[in-house]
């Protein structure tokens, strides 16, 4: 029992970075529709960034790039979905989708949303505010996270709990402010846009929060979830 236990776990792991790096692939064909240069492509090189941080291969990401930009066997049509619903107990969440059959990724989420409830556009969103969320680490020695933010210009911050820094951004500022930290010698392990709850759940039992992060896993496990959002303190 023991050898097989070890193998399933193997396996478990092995499909979990086959997940990680579909999404990621998905993410760079999508960017690369904009163009296939990264110096010219703000969410491209942002997309290569993830990829590089997730050891995926070098050829994968430029077999990526390449359907992205429609110079392999022309683009695939990838579509970017949004569901807004509840998870169990009430707590918001947004979805986010990339899928090149909206009709089967639709009947997934209904089907995943049956332990919750999923919501028409609106029905969450309007409690969560939509920035740019850079992750870094100080450079050696230290540096102020205020200061830095100031000088990046970063509209707001919060400790990662891990000794790095999370610097919050308007949408249109996210390249800009990352290239900046960057510049001042910040660490940024990962920039991105995000949907923040701005009255995350606090009140939720030990049993409901595990239900709830059951309901949020299961969501995150399908192949056409890009991301979750969770009103989730």
Known sequence: MGAQWKQKGREA???????????LAKEIIIAARGGADPANNARLRMAL?????QSMTKDTIERA????AGLLDG????????????????VAVIVECLTENKNRTSADIRVLFRKGQLGAGGSASWDFTRLGAIEASPPEGGADADEAAIEAGAQDLESDGEGGTVFY???T????VSKALAERKWVVSSAKLIW???NPVTSLTEAQRTEVEAFLTDLDD????????????
């Open 196 to 198: 923040k709850p701005k």
């Open 169 to 171: 951004t308007e949408p």
């Open 13 to 23: 792991a092995a499909n979990a970075k086959g997940r990680i790096f579909s999404k």
């Open 49 to 53: 960034e993830a990829a590089r941080k």
């Open 75 to 90: 683009p695939i049509q990838y579509d970017s979905v949004t569901y807004e619903g509840f998870a169990p107990h009430q």
């Open 222 to 233: 399908n192949d056409d979830v890009q991301a979750v959002y969770p009103a989730l303190a």
């Open 65 to 68: 790039i390449k359907k992205g």
């Open 173 to 176: 500022d996210l390249d800009t």
